[in-house]
């Protein structure tokens, strides 16, 4: 029964891009190697550069926002162009290139067994780039405290490869956090009761550009999202408020 | 007397020129329909009650009295700081509302945009 569904279902990678025009080609090429049947909408965050145009080029769908919105914005715009389109499931992929497309269908696996969300971690195997070790430090923290407030170990609570289901895309396009949004939207899905998988996944150090959080910004975002996420996990349930 | 009794005058004087012009200013501001009624009131009203407290300081001491504070002055900062804060308070809501309703419009045309150029390929 499964196996006859799981090929019905509308899938959408969804890749929100600022700045990505060097990166996305070769995103679009791997893309297009995998032996699955989904498609694609960039998420343009009002790039200075050609990021639009590398998506027409290629003939991928392009929503270009009209005003930078940030990273938080931007995947919601995909998450309510995956509701507005009746897509079933919804991927998140960087358009840095950090995320490789082989491993789409592993992630999507999950899915297709019943989890709402299935994330892509790059510590369960600790293969590929395993990103600096301040960074482990911080992520392992979130680990701990997303642990502590809802009772699951997520090995990367920072990874921004995931799936997720029908049921968190129409959550998610309701309302989304801001900024540096994968922590607290883990809590926020765990505390509604929907289940997520991690899957073991190889990730590349980005190819151009720069992260988004760079050095000054580390211990804002610490105490940022440690507060994002404990009040993930005492909000109201359904929906945060946010309306 | 510790100032219970008198305020010296040249600070009345001060505060009365003040918070009229404040008042001025502020009426200016409605009447040219800068500032939404709304926010409006609230300015109106705060610089009305300065003008009156600074004409009839008594109201001040009264108020000091009553909340057994020893010097007036202490009240009116304890007023002020008190008001300013409600008002911060409230404009934080408000951009945290209008953030939230931008952020919306934002991806609303972003999606708006696609949808009409996909419109516009198919003829």
Known sequence: ?243 | MNGMGEMSSVLRIILIIGSLIFFVFIMNMVRTKKLELKYALTWILTSFSFVLLSIFPEILFFIAALMHIELPVNALYLCVISLLLLIVFTLSVAVSRQALRIKTLVQEIGLIKETLERMKKEG
């Not at chain 1, 293969?127 to 680990?143: C, D, H």
């Not at chain 1, 804002?220 to 349930?237: D, P, S």
């Open chain 1, 1 to 243: 029964m499964e196996q006859m569904e799981k090929y019905n279902l509308k899938t959408l990678v969804i890749i929100p891009a600022y700045k990505e025009a060097k990166n996305l080609p070769r995103l679009f090429r791997e893309l297009k190697e995998v032996p699955l049947d989904f498609d694609i909408v960039v998420i343009n965050d009002c790039s200075p550069d050609d990021t639009e145009a590398v998506c027409r080029q290629h003939g991928i769908p392009v929503v270009s926002l009209p005003v930078n919105l940030g990273i938080g914005g931007a995947v919601q715009t995909g998450y309510k162009y995956a509701l507005e389109h009746g897509y079933d499931i919804a991927v998140q992929m960087d358009g840095d290139g950090q995320h490789d497309p082989r491993f789409l269908k592993l992630v999507l696996s999950r899915i297709y067994e019943g989890y709402h969300m299935s994330i892509g971690s790059r510590f369960i195997e600790g293969k590929g780039y395993q990103s600096s070790l301040t960074r482990r430090a911080g992520i392992k923290f979130f680990s701990w405290l997303i642990k502590l407030l809802t009772g699951q170990y997520i090995s990367d609570p920072t990874s921004g490869f995931r799936a997720c289901s029908r049921e968190l895309i129409r959550l998610f396009a309701g309302s989304y956090p801001k900024d540096y949004p994968e922590p607290e939207t883990i809590v926020t899905a765990l505390r509604n009761k929907y289940r997520i998988a991690e899957v073991p996944v190889i990730m590349r150090p980005r190819q151009s550009g720069e992260s988004s959080i760079t050095r000054n910004l580390a211990a804002y975002y610490m105490i940022k999202v440690t507060l994002a996420v404990i009040m993930a996990a005492i909000a109201r349930k359904n929906g945060d408020g946010a309306k």
